[in-house]
T-cell receptor
């Protein structure tokens, strides 16, 4: 079974609208971390936001927020007031197990290509 | 700028050849992770080093090897190259921020080495 599932291969969104990128995960480990990365056409991987499995509140970083629904095993990324520069591939990733300074390999989803329309 | 450096940025070589990719983690980070991003396999974890020791292995071919040196930089060696080895190779290092009872993990990626095998 896929550990990270991103069901939207591509999305088109009007500039200034909010957008939600879906991510579901599968793990039996009670301790895990969820990450979102942005990959523009230039290729670099830019860290956006992190949510720990024990975090009580949804993570937020500027225009990015993570809608974490633990029971549903979903960790959707919400981008508010989208901008043209948000056009990129977005990847959801998971780290399983207790983070112990040397055990934090990430498993990635297949990504969602987001295109912002002016 | 993530603080993780990778060289070279681009590499073009022929089948059967051997190449070495180099990575320096962020200052103070002891871990180095290597990932491969290809069109057919997506983003995959290859191998991880922590303070000079191999910590985890993922889908790394036997033709590939890595090491981490005392100054913490790492090298990924790819030998007997095949067309299918053409990919973007990333290295990453982990960081932790704590505040109150919160912990934020971040895994910072380098700019990647784009390998083309002809």
């Amino acid at each position: 079974a896929q550990k990270i599932t991103q069901t939207q291969p591509g999305m088109f969104v009007q500039e200034k609208e909010a957008v939600t990128l879906d991510c579901t995960y599968d793990t039996s480990d009670p301790s895990y971390g969820l990450f979102w990365y942005k990959q523009p056409s230039s290729g670099e991987m830019i860290f956006l936001i992190y949510q720990g499995s024990y975090d009580q509140q949804n993570a937020t970083e500027g225009r990015y927020s993570l809608n974490f629904q633990k029971a549903r095993k979903s960790a959707n990324l919400v981008i508010s007031a989208s901008q043209l520069g948000d056009s990129a591939m977005y990847f959801c990733a998971m780290r399983e197990g207790i983070s112990n300074f040397g055990n934090e390999k990430l498993t990635f989803g297949t990504g969602t290509r987001l295109t912002i329309i002016p | 700028d993530s603080g993780v450096t990778q060289t070279p940025k681009h590499l073009i070589t022929a089948t059967g050849q051997r190449v070495t990719l180099r990575c320096s983690p962020r200052s103070g980070d002891l871990s180095v992770y290597w990932y491969q991003q290809s069109l057919d396999q997506g983003l995959q974890f290859l191998i991880q080093y922590y303070n000079g020791e191999e910590r985890a292995k993922g889908n790394i071919l036997e033709r590939f090897s890595a090491q981490q040196f005392p100054d913490l930089h790492s090298e990924l060696n790819l030998s007997s190259l095949e067309l299918g080895d053409s990919a973007l190779y990333f290295c990453a290092s982990s960081a932790y921020l704590t505040w109150g009872t919160g912990v934020q993990e971040t895994q910072y990626f380098g700019p990647g080495t784009r390998l083309l095998v002809l």
